[in-house]
């Protein structure tokens, strides 16, 4: 999967974002468990991508949510 930058995730709806979301904690589940395994991980920056996409995607919904409430 690719990471998400902040321009784009601005662009997507509620629904999109949670679907964004959900599939990038399972696949930073299966990084980490690759590597809490010992196995040869293949690309060793990928799980500290995900965690940041992660931030951005969180960071964004509150922000919606703010702007909502105002």
Same mark, same amino acid.
């Given at each position: 999967?690719? #990471?998400?930058?902040? +321009?784009?995730?601005?662009?997507? $709806?509620? !629904?999109?974002? @949670? =679907? !964004?979301? %959900?599939?990038?904690?399972? =696949?930073? @589940?299966?990084?980490? &468990? @690759?590597?809490?395994? $010992?196995?040869?991980? %293949?690309?060793? $920056? /990928?799980? /500290?991508? #995900? +965690?940041?996409? #992660? &931030? /951005?995607? %969180?960071? #964004? @919904?509150?922000? &919606?949510? %703010? +702007? /909502?409430? !105002?």
């Amino acid at each position: 999967m690719a #990471i998400l930058k902040m +321009r784009k995730a601005r662009e997507l $709806g509620e !629904k999109e974002l @949670s =679907e !964004k979301l %959900k599939e990038l904690y399972l =696949e930073l @589940s299966k990084e980490m &468990a @690759s590597s809490e395994i $010992g196995g040869a991980v %293949k690309n060793p $920056g /990928r799980i /500290r991508e #995900i +965690r940041r996409t #992660i &931030a /951005r995607i %969180k960071t #964004i @919904s509150t922000d &919606a949510k %703010k +702007r /909502r409430n !105002k």
